[in-house]
Nanobody, 119 residues
Framework: QAQLVESGGGSVQAGGSLRLSCAAS?????????MAWFRQAAGKEREGVAF???????RYADTVKGRFTISKDNAKANLYLQMNSLEPEDTAMYYC????????????WGQGTQVTVSS
């Protein structure tokens, strides 16, 4: 069964860094898949923050551009999100997601990892 498991969340002060990891197993991880990190803050809609295509090209939400870096390790079937210069506004539950790149919506999701940034 396909599975995505996030880790690496925690509490940090503003200006700090965290690195999130997402371990894929089952049929989730496929080198032709597109993967992403989403986040959802309390009382807000879920938003995509970083995306990586099967060929490795990336794009970011404007709110995190220049501070966050998405990467993947195909050999380990892992996805990462390096988050630097964290701001209180980055506080949210962060989710790893995957999909066949030709699909419009992400159909594999992890359970989430909480990131809390204090001022």
């Amino acid at each position: 069964q396909a599975q995505l498991v996030e880790s690496g969340g925690g509490s940090v002060q503003a200006g700090g860094s965290l690195r999130l990891s997402c371990a894929a197993s089952g049929y989730t991880y496929n080198r032709s898949y597109c993967m992403a990190w989403f986040r959802q803050a309390a009382g807000k809609e879920r938003e995509g923050v970083a995306f990586i295509a099967s060929v490795g090209s990336t794009r970011y939400a404007d709110t995190v551009k220049g501070r966050f870096t998405i990467s993947k390790d195909n050999a380990k079937a892992n996805l990462y999100l390096q988050m630097n210069s964290l701001e209180p506004e980055d506080t949210a539950m962060y989710y790893c997601a995957a999909k066949p790149c030709l699909r419009s919506d992400y159909n594999y999701w992890g359970q989430g990892t909480q990131v809390t940034v204090s001022s």
